[in-house]
């Protein structure tokens, strides 16, 4: 009995931390999967939520095969234009609208894929930008004067329109567009070489749009610029989808090199009234790389004859529009800036 009882039992198996080492990344593996695909179904249901959340704040527009949308507000003789910077669209002027709507007519329109406007194929270099806001303008109906006011990447796309179309524009407002500086490459090996060091993080973001993280993040990134709690969360929704993050990789990266040349060609605007704003928090540079931020600011501030610069001080790059009293003061350059266009005088501070 005692042998057929010994040989009923068995011997407890060994298994060595390997074996505990390959389940538990088995398992992490899994885990990962799994959050992978809850990310991507939340960034595919979060999209068709917010377009039936958030309809389109203006009218759509047919310009070379896909629909751009401008929103247009208020009264006047003349119109301010409104261009949004990287990743952005025609709601961060939301304040800013709304003061200058009491005193004349203002129209913030979305680049294509940005907003309210369907993405849009081929290049996506600043003089397409530009010859696209020109068609829409003119598919509209607005007619000109314009004054142009660009924050971030929208500034230099403004001052570029300027230099493009110089007898339809009677007024410049630049905002804070010191944060992307326009890159000089010796070559086109050196800026393909930027490229690729910008593309590693570039990927990283594409990850973080399509499953859903961008999308979580944002509401937060809004609300302490001081935009409005309802309009934050419309803000971070037209931020989240991919085409948003699509089509801003496509107008700052691979067009870069475009946009260096098209930048270098606006730099003389001759008398064109124009004012600089700048904020003065966030700052967050090297000496050296401050230093270049501040050889920049003097040498925007001689593209034009009639050029004013001020510091909207404790404004940051997205407070300056955000907040009441920095759009407050955003808006009054833009108001100097229609009285300047009007009267013909000098700018003064």
């Given amino acids: 009995m005692s042998t057929i009882a010994s040989q009923g039992k068995h011997e407890p198996i060994k ?37 039936a959340a958030y309809p389109v704040r203006g009218q759509l527009y047919s310009v070379d095969g896909h629909q751009m949308n401008i929103y247009c507000t208020g009264e006047g003789n003349s119109t301010v234009v ?14 800013v609208q ?36 020109h068609t829409l303008l003119a598919q509209a109906g607005i007619q000109p004067p314009y004054i142009l006011a660009g ?16 007898e339809q524009v009677s007024g410049l407002v630049q905002v804070d567009s010191g944060l992307l500086i326009p890159q000089q490459f010796a070559s086109q090996d050196e800026f393909q070489q930027w ?8 990927a990283l973001l594409w990850g973080m749009t399509r499953f859903g993280i961008v999308r979580l993040m944002m509401p937060n990134q ?20 991919n085409s948003v993050f699509d089509s801003d990789y496509a107008e700052r990266l691979p067009a870069r090199w475009a946009l260096n040349e098209a930048s270098a060609n606006a730099e003389h605007l001759g008398n064109l009234p124009m004012v600089v704003l ?19 600011q003097r040498e925007i501030a001689t593209y034009s ?22 759009a407050g003061q955003v808006s009054a350059a833009i108001l100097d800036m229609i009285q300047a266009a009007q009267t013909g005088k000098p700018l003064t501070s």
């Fill in 15 to 51: 298994r060595g931390y390997l074996f505990y080492i390959k389940r538990g990344l088995k398992l992490l593996a899994i885990g990962l999967a799994m959050l992978l695909v809850l990310g991507f179904a939340y960034q595919i249901i979060g999209t068709e939520t917010d377009k």
């Fill in 82 to 95: 409104l261009e949004a910077g990287g990743l952005a669209n025609s709601l961060w002027w939301v304040r």
């Fill in 98 to 133: 709304a003061q200058l709507e009491k005193h004349t007519r203002v129209c913030a329109y979305d680049r294509a894929g940005q907003g309210w406007s369907e993405p849009a194929a081929g290049s996506r270099d600043a003089l397409t930008l530009v010859s696209e806001l």
């Fill in 151 to 166: 924050h971030s990447f929208g500034a230099i796309l403004m001052r570029i329109y300027a230099h493009q179309y110089p």
């Fill in 195 to 202: 490229k690729s060091s910008n593309d590693i993080l570039q």
């Fill in 222 to 241: 809004f609300a302490t610029w001081g935009y409005p709690p309802e309009i934050a969360g419309e803000l971070a929704a037209l931020r989240s989808s």
């Fill in 278 to 296: 700048w904020g003065t928090e966030g700052l967050n540079f090297s000496p050296a790389d401050l230093e270049k931020l501040h050889d920049f």
């Fill in 305 to 326: 004859s009639n050029s004013l610069s001020r510091n909207v001080e404790g404004a940051d790059h997205g407070t300056i529009l955000g907040k009441e009293q920095y």
